[in-house]
């Protein structure tokens, strides 16, 4: 029996009116608000829709400074922006021109940093969804790249969240919608403009059987705000909402009305939202005036590259081990590095990248290599969401986590918490170590820490000057003369292939080692290879 069967049922019961109407306080029918928002804007005459302008693209969870910034760091401006969207065959088609820079070439407004995600080459970038498969082209004519499941189920959800998807999925089997009403102030709180609070509803559905995903519609029938929450390995069930203002809806003919200017938020919108230090950041946004209702050019056949690569297991999983020196272990195998040091009673790791498939497949590898000691203490470089989406793996399996002091607010409240995560819930959220160390979670480093046992010592500081991200921290074996860093010099991806050198990053990395007088022979960089320090110097001071 469906919910609102059920509620008819209940009114019955109840000897509430035969409409079926009358519903648990607090909530009301969502069908005519559905119904007035379809006819407000005309979605039933639209079966696919093309917008064009120009847009902007944030780089979720690669901030340089955490809790200062309201918007996540502007990728370069996405030009002659154009998305081609159609319902009825569940595709969408994403251009865009960007110039190429430190964009992740795989992901389109620049969302982290993904598994063997190169870096964009080519100006004409193309991203493409069709039911369950996407990929990728990084250049008019280069080989599509698949994107991983998880991303194309994202995509895949894009297509709905915006008014005409969001009221199509509405009448969609397994929808499920219902409703409720709140007074809303708006943007600016008591010093807006809204004198008098609006009354609004909001209407939640399902979405791909999976999202639960919530409207909020005013007065006037507009479709306002659109919010959902998508699965993220550092952030958990992550607020993901695009948000729409009623004077950009354009009249395009036929009764059909689209939304001009919009932008959507990873992470909360309201920067008072004490619950999280990650809040009000714009992800992506624009300005997307040129709109054509009804032309629908065939939907882009999936290739059969990605069909393949979709089936092929996971690339994260994938775990390359390397003998650096006597008890230090590189582990390799995909995009970020890990690196094994054992001491005379424990394992100490440096870096939990990526998610908590990788932190597995990693620690299973450092289990059969030092089967007979614990995995005791996990070094973090920096907070990049690349760099700590298995921070929560190593809590889980006991370990104490040092990092940077200016990493802990943000660590203890929105990624080392006991949370329960729905979406995608991780072994910490499934069985969440409550009294595992009783809040010894960790060791916060201000400018050098040493763990030793007297026989080994791993120096810990803290880089300076700031490059890259505050809180970044290296890591230094003095006897192996080796250092241990992330994204202050990424070694050459392929070997023997050329590294890149010379950026502020790199400058800040030499002049940090050179004032600490650390005698370094062999960098191990989270990304790329092992390279020669000598190697290093003869890049930066070519
Ligand atoms: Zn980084
Ligand atoms: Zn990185």
């Known amino acids: 029996m469906n919910r609102r069967c059920w509620l008819y049922v209940f009114a019955v019961l109840c000897g509430s009116s035969a409409s079926g109407q009358s519903l648990p306080p607090g909530f009301v029918d969502p069908y005519?608000?559905?119904?007035?928002?379809?006819?407000?804007?005309g979605t039933d005459?639209?079966?696919?829709?093309?917008?064009?302008g120009s847009a902007y693209g944030g780089k979720v969870g690669q901030q340089r400074l955490h809790g200062y910034e309201v918007d996540w760091p502007r990728g370069e401006p996405?030009?002659?922006?154009?998305?081609?969207?159609?319902w009825q065959t569940g595709t969408m088609l994403e251009q865009f021109e960007r110039t190429p820079g430190n964009n992740p070439a795989s992901w389109k407004y620049g969302l982290g940093w993904k598994g063997g995600t190169p870096v964009q080459q080519e100006l004409q970038q193309a991203f493409m969804v069709n039911g369950a498969y996407a990929w990728h082209r990084d250049g008019e004519n280069a080989v599509p790249v698949a994107a991983a499941a998880a991303d194309a189920e994202r995509w895949q959800l894009d297509l709905w969240i915006n008014p005409h998807g969001f009221l199509k999925a509405a009448m969609l089997p397994g929808a499920n919608p219902r409703a409720t009403w709140r007074w809303e102030l708006g943007e600016m709180g008591r010093d807006g403009a809204t004198v008098n609070p609006e009354k609004m509803t909001v209407v939640s559905i399902y979405v791909l059987g999976k999202f639960r995903v919530d409207a909020t519609i005013n007065s006037q029938n507009l479709l306002q705000r659109i919010h959902t929450w998508v699965p993220d390995p550092v952030l958990g069930d992550t607020n993901y909402e695009h948000e729409f203002t009623n004077d950009s809806y354009l009249d395009i003919g036929d009764g059909i009305r689209f939304p001009s200017v919009w932008h959507s938020h990873t992470g909360w919108d309201?920067?008072?939202?004490?619950?999280s230090t990650n809040a009000g950041h714009n992800a992506f946004g624009g300005s997307l005036a040129e709109i054509q209702a009804n032309v629908c050019p065939d939907p882009v056949a999936v290739p059969t590259a990605v069909i393949e690569a979709s089936a092929a297991t996971q690339a994260d999983t994938v775990v390359a081990t390397t003998a650096v020196a006597d008890g230090v272990w590189l582990l390799g195998g995909g995009s970020h590095n890990s690196v094994a040091i054992e001491f005379a009673n424990y394992v100490a790791v440096v870096e939990a990248p990526l998610n908590e498939a990788r932190n597995l497949a990693v620690i299973e590898a450092i289990v059969q290599l030092v089967p007979d000691k614990p995995i005791r203490f996990l070094i973090n470089t920096h907070q990049h969401h690349d760099?700590?989406?298995?921070?929560?793996?190593?809590m889980h399996i006991g370990a104490t986590i040092i990092t940077h002091w200016k990493n802990y607010d943000f660590y203890t409240r929105d990624v080392l918490n006991y949370a329960q995560r729905t979406l995608d819930p991780d072994m910490l959220s499934l069985w969440p170590p409550t009294e595992l160390a009783e809040g010894y979670q960790y060791e916060t480093v201000r400018e050098n820490y040493v763990l030793t046992d007297n026989q080994r010592t791993l120096e810990i500081s803290y880089v300076h000057p700031l490059a890259h991200v505050e809180g970044m921290l290296i890591a230094y074996l003095p006897a192996e003369k080796i250092l241990i860093?992330?994204?202050?010099?990424?070694?050459p991806l392929v070997e023997a292939g050329p590294a890149v050198a010379g950026s502020p990053a790199n400058n800040s990395l030499y002049s940090h080692v050179q004032r600490l007088g650390l005698d370094v022979?062999?960098?191990?960089?989270?990304h790329g290879h092992i390279t020669p320090w000598s190697e290093f110097v003869g890049l930066i001071t070519r």
């Open 270 to 275: 309201d920067n008072y939202q004490a619950q």
């Open 78 to 86: 996405l030009q002659n922006y154009r998305r081609v969207m159609n």
């Open 387 to 394: 760099h700590i989406g298995g921070l929560r793996t190593y």
């Open 32 to 41: 005519p608000v559905l119904a007035a928002a379809r006819a407000a804007i």
């Open 521 to 526: 022979e062999t960098i191990i960089p989270i």
């Open 485 to 491: 860093e992330a994204d202050l010099f990424d070694g």
């Open 45 to 52: 005459q639209l079966q696919c829709v093309s917008i064009a």
